[in-house]
């Protein structure tokens, strides 16, 4: 059983408009989640996270929300740059460490 | 700072063979874990280790085990090794385990098994 989906396997978006990616997730103990962003050939690289006791989150460019009551979050990226095309993976922990990941979802930004 | 250090980058095995894969940590990260992405089921935690001792392990079957040394270097075997086995195989480390101690990744080990 898949704890953490993300339903688009891609996602393409036009450079400087909005880039939302989409995660949810099933188990209501997780308490944390992560978002990391991984180029070809490289190791992915942590980007953003959020607690559950918060609803929003930002750094910068990129913004995650999280509905708790839906489990669902979103990676809002504000606005799309070249660079920003990339695999997002979003990811969920719970109190005992355990990290679970989502599949990914491909972002191409369209010039 | 030197990364997280992964080796070899590039490995192919045959089905059956036993294979090792090496991961040097970020100095001063003794938490090392372990993932194996593929295409079909993305990144998928095998385990964890801190301080020599297995924290949590993934749903991965027993020919997949691990250990940690003492200079927090880790390593990862996979024995009877099958097609299905074909993965790019992360490793990556942080200071201590838990919420705060995002994963610093290495650029992974891709196993290919004939």
């Known amino acids: 059983d898949q704890q953490v989906k993300q339903n688009s396997p891609s996602l393409s978006v036009q450079e400087g408009r909005i880039s939302i990616l989409n995660c949810d997730y099933t188990?209501?103990?997780?308490?944390?989640f992560l978002w990391y962003k991984k180029y070809p050939a490289e190791g992915p690289t942590f980007l953003i996270s959020?607690?559950?006791?918060?609803d929003k989150n930002e750094d910068g460019r990129f913004t995650v929300f999280l509905n708790k009551s839906a489990k669902h979050l979103s990676l809002h990226i504000v606005p799309s740059q070249p660079g920003d095309s990339a695999v997002y993976f979003c990811?969920?922990?719970?109190?005992?460490?355990?990290?679970?990941f989502g599949k990914g979802t491909r972002l191409h930004i369209l010039p | 700072k030197a990364g997280v250090t992964q080796t070899p980058r590039y490995l192919i095995k045959t089905r059956g063979q036993q294979v090792t894969l090496s991961c040097s940590p970020i100095?001063?990260?003794?938490?090392v874990s372990w993932y194996q992405q593929t295409p079909g089921q993305g990144l998928q935690f095998l385990f964890e280790?801190?301080?020599?001792?297995?924290?949590n392990k993934g749903n991965f079957p027993g020919r997949f085990s691990g250990r940690q040394f003492s200079n927090s270097r880790s390593e990862m075997n996979v024995s009877t090794l099958e097609l299905g086995d074909s993965a790019l195989y992360l490793c990556?480390?942080?200071?201590?385990?838990?919420?705060?101690?995002?994963?610093?990744f290495g650029n992974g080990t891709r196993l290919t098994v004939t």
């Open positions: 990556a480390s942080s200071p201590t385990p838990g919420y705060n101690s995002p994963l610093h």
């Open positions: 188990n209501s103990m997780f308490d944390y």
């Open positions: 959020i607690s559950s006791i918060k």
């Open positions: 990811a969920a922990m719970n109190r005992d460490d355990k990290i679970i």
């Open positions: 100095s001063g990260h003794r938490s």
């Open positions: 280790y801190f301080s020599e001792t297995q924290r």
